[in-house]
């Protein structure tokens, strides 16, 4: 299996995973044929890649933290309280909302505890009109297992969870128009678009279920080390750490998704950006932690390696994870396998599209 971006998919591709619609609902099954038409369906559900099961990828399988399932019920869980906060003007989130979201969050808790050893990978599993929701369930999967790596107690774990997952809550009271605006905002825009920080504070705050450390998420996740963030332009040592956590998560994560605007990153792009910005604006022991707990590479990925050839990842090294195992491909057929563990002259230089 291999990420295909719907422009490369080929009528008669097979699927192999699952794609979802708007309501979460399946769309289309693994191991469905592609044909025009469901291309076509896919391009309307604004979906900009899938997975695939071809020649090249063929029995590639990656492991993975949270399983589909949980992820797609935990984008239906965010979408519920989301949707209610634009439904049901003004008013402090109901407790079931809050319920459903610590509920899914312990969820998590209890695969990414089981799961200790693997690597998570970034899933498209539907388009990108579900954005906000997918990535405030990717966020809270990345902080949490950022929180555990940084050796945090269940507790606060699942606290830096909930938060994650409301992070952008606030964003339910800002015009759609400006979110997803494609040209650069006005002065007055970018401060409307800020306010989203504390407009999610003031939606949390009389909320019981919610508790202190989610909240402050919420209100600070967009502070900086230098002094430079919003909404409060906190110092680095008033910044706690579980909000640095959740900052760096959701950059990264923005970076790494596909928009309705502009095409996704590639990951080890995207941890090169953070990487530059840890030094003045993010909490770089933090950016270690991401660094070891999201899969780079994973299984199937396309790479060009520092020869020039171009190969297909087909084994993770788990203690060395940007030198994976990786079949050469030559005029579109498998080649020789290199462990780039044994030969340390040779890098991947790049992740391609095939
Ligand atoms: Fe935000």
């Known amino acids: 299996m291999r990420l295909k971006s719907i422009e490369r998919v080929e009528p008669g591709d097979k699927l192999g ?23 076509e369906r896919l391009k309307q559900a604004s979906i900009h890649c899938v997975y695939i099961e071809d020649y090249l990828s063929e029995g590639l399988e990656f492991e993975n933290v949270i399983p589909d399932e949980i992820k797609v019920r935990s984008i239906t869980a965010v979408k519920n309280v989301f949707k209610e906060v634009t439904e049901r003007k003004g008013v402090s989130l109901s407790t079931r ?31 990108t009109d579900m954005y906000t929701y997918n990535h405030s369930a990717e966020v809270a999967i990345l902080s949490m297992l950022v929180a555990k790596s940084l050796g945090l107690n269940g507790q606060y774990i699942q606290k830096v969870g909930i938060g994650a997952m409301l992070h952008d809550i606030g964003k339910m009271k800002i015009p759609n128009e400006v979110l997803n605006k494609r040209d650069p905002l006005t002065p007055s825009e970018l401060d409307q678009v800020r306010e989203h920080a504390k407009l999610g504070y003031e ?43 959740v900052t760096i998560c959701d950059i990264f994560n923005a970076l790494v998704s596909n928009r309705s605007y502009r095409e996704k990153m590639n990951i080890d792009m995207a ?16 950016y270690y932690h991401l660094i070891k707990v999201v899969n780079i590479y994973p299984v199937g990925t396309v790479v060009e390696l520092s020869n020039g050839k171009m190969g297909i990842v087909i084994k993770e090294n788990k203690d060395a994870q940007t030198r994976p195992i990786v079949q050469v491909i030559k005029d579109k057929k498998k080649a020789e396998i290199l462990n780039l563990l044994n030969d340390l002259t040779l890098f991947i230089s790049k992740t391609i599209e095939l």
């Open 17 to 39: 995973k699952a794609v979802y619609d708007d309501k979460c609902q399946l769309l289309l099954a693994r191991g469905v044929n592609l044909t025009f038409k469901y291309i």
């Open 97 to 127: 909302g809050v319920d459903a979201i610590k509920d899914i969050v312990d969820q998590m808790m209890d695969m990414i505890f089981q799961n200790r050893d693997t690597l998570y990978v970034m899933t498209e599993l539907m388009g």
């Open 203 to 245: 939606l949390l705050k009389d909320s019981d279920a919610v508790s202190p450390i989610s909240r402050q998420i919420v209100l600070l996740h967009h502070e900086k080390m230098d002094g430079k963030g919003y909404p409060m332009m906190l110092d680095s040592d008033d910044i706690p750490v579980h909000v640095r956590i």
């Open 271 to 286: 941890l090169e950006i953070i990487r530059t910005e840890a030094v003045y604006q993010l909490d770089r022991e933090i």
